[in-house]
Nanobody, 122 residues
Framework: QVQLVESGGGLVQPGGSLRLSCAAS????????MGWYRQAPGKQRELVAA???????NYADSVKGRFTISRDNAKNTVYLQMNSLKPEETAVYYC????????????????WGQGTQVTVSS
């Protein structure tokens, strides 16, 4: 069974940093795009950053210059380094894998992690 397991969330003061990790477990052959979304209470889920297997990245305008996404294809793991965090970035952060090829599966599909809480507060 394939799962996306996130870690690294928590409480941080405004201006602080956190690093999120997400590892795909199970018989994963490859993943086309891995990314991070976030959802604050009462708001829609939004893309934060994404990275392809080739290293191409995409960021929400609000996080450009402060967040960095990276991945280790050999470990099927994606990271999100978040710097200069703001209170309004308090949300549940979700890992997403698009186009995941699983050994024995008929076709690629998308997966979501369970989410990790990030709270930015003094």
């Amino acid at each position: 069974q394939v799962q996306l397991v996130e870690s690294g969330g928590g409480l941080v003061q405004p201006g602080g940093s956190l690093r999120l990790s997400c590892a795909a477990s199970g018989s994963v052959f490859s993943i086309y795009v891995m990314g991070w979304y976030r959802q604050a209470p009462g708001k829609q889920r939004e893309l934060v950053a994404a990275i392809t297997s080739g290293g191409d990245t995409n960021y929400a305008d609000s996080v450009k210059g402060r967040f960095t996404i990276s991945r280790d294809n050999a470990k099927n793991t994606v990271y999100l380094q978040m710097n200069s965090l703001k209170p309004e970035e308090t949300a549940v952060y979700y890992c997403h894998a698009a186009g995941m090829v699983v050994v024995g599966a008929a076709r690629p599909r998308d997966y979501w992690g369970q989410g990790t809480q990030v709270t930015v507060s003094s």
